[in-house]
């Protein structure tokens, strides 16, 4: 993450990223146990079982008509992407007549992570897309300072200096939940 926020900084985007529940910082508040994906980036609430059920490959197509960069690799659950997801979403992009806004960077011989080859791929749509500035000499990350992630918390390396009323149980926190999904 903070190779993608400073090469986007150098870009001349502003970049700014959020602690999604469930990672980071929130870690130090609850055990590991909110799940509903094949990886804890698609974690949250369980969005794939609302409205009957759905997939990925149309959630991603939501994006729709807006430009949507999708990355895919062949040693987990997105070796099909190029094959199977991508013309779905690919053919929804097409009603809208943006079927150019659409990409699919799939790296065949490597696994699930966002390793340096699938950023170079971000960062090469985000300048196309957002008209953002390429560096003299490409996306050179070697420059860039990574913090240790406990330094980027804001509650302490341990979560030491959340409030007191911090929800920190799941049981708790579905309650917060319930009692504000009532007030909608």
Sequence with gaps: MQY????????GAIAVSYNLFGWGESMLQFKYSWFSGGCPCESGLPVHL???GTNNAEIAAICAPRSLLIIS???????????LEFPFIRRTFAFYGKESLVENAHFPEEGHDYGPSKRQAAYAFLAKHLKLNKPVGGFDESKITIEKKEAL???????????????NDLKTLKTVLETAKSNL
């Excluded at 918390?153 to 929800?167: L, Q």
């Design 4 to 11: 993608r926020l400073a090469m986007m900084a150098k870009m």
């Design 73 to 83: 690799d062949g040693k987990d659950w997105t070796t099909a992407v190029p094959t």
């Design 153 to 167: 918390y804001v509650f302490g390396p341990n979560g030491e200096s959340f409030p007191k009323n911090a929800v």
């Design 50 to 52: 609302v409205c009957g």
